[in-house]
């Protein structure tokens, strides 16, 4: 299996005046993802989705279970295996980097050095995410909010990367905007064959990137599912209610 998360659980420890407690953010998760899906993660705010996006980019350490990642521990995976997209483009570009060295950073990062090697690499992912040329010289500030976006996941997909984690990447766009990221998504997904695991409120947007849904609630998996069958016929009672007070006719 390409990934698959095993008895996950996130606690904290919440300390008061004169009290200590835990706080449970995941209980017992356990999923798995197919190499080339796209898998989406979905609940209410608070139900720890971006905890499980967190952990699987490592930025966070798990209380307790594991992570396969391509047969191996998570840990034994190399950094430019999984990358991630951000929901705020602005706040994840460095403003004093020009967009051509925000583009080689990664490639600088991953050992290549080589000033022509790295101006085609970026010259190529500029073209993969529709900027034109004239952009390398420009600052983050001087783009709008979907051609930053744009350079977020250029910056992410240069390194090719077998697992990318988008936590709310189109929550900031309009929807025009919105759905020329999508595009840009399914297209690494369907010529790179590149498994997504994409974390988002907006059940519009699930419905037209995903292959599966999983439902969130209080950090526990209520169920997944194909993404057809999750919104005409949801499995769990809580499913149910969640379409329900979230899809409008």
Known sequence: MFLEVRNLKKEYLVEGIFTREKKVILNDVSFFVPEGEVLSIVGESGAGKSTIGQIILQIKRATSGEIIFMGKPLCESKISDIQMIFQDPYSSLNPAMKIKDILAEPLRGSGIKNKNILEEKVDNIMKEVWLEESYKNKYPSELSGGQRQRVGIGAAMILNPKLVVCDEPVASLDLSIQNQILSLLKKFNRENNTTIIFISHDLGVVYNISDRVLLLY??????????????????????????DGVLVP
């Open 218 to 243: 209080k950090g526990e998996v209520q169920e997944i599912q194909k993404t057809e069958n999750f919104f005409k016929n949801p499995k769990s009672e809580y499913g149910k209610y969640f379409l």
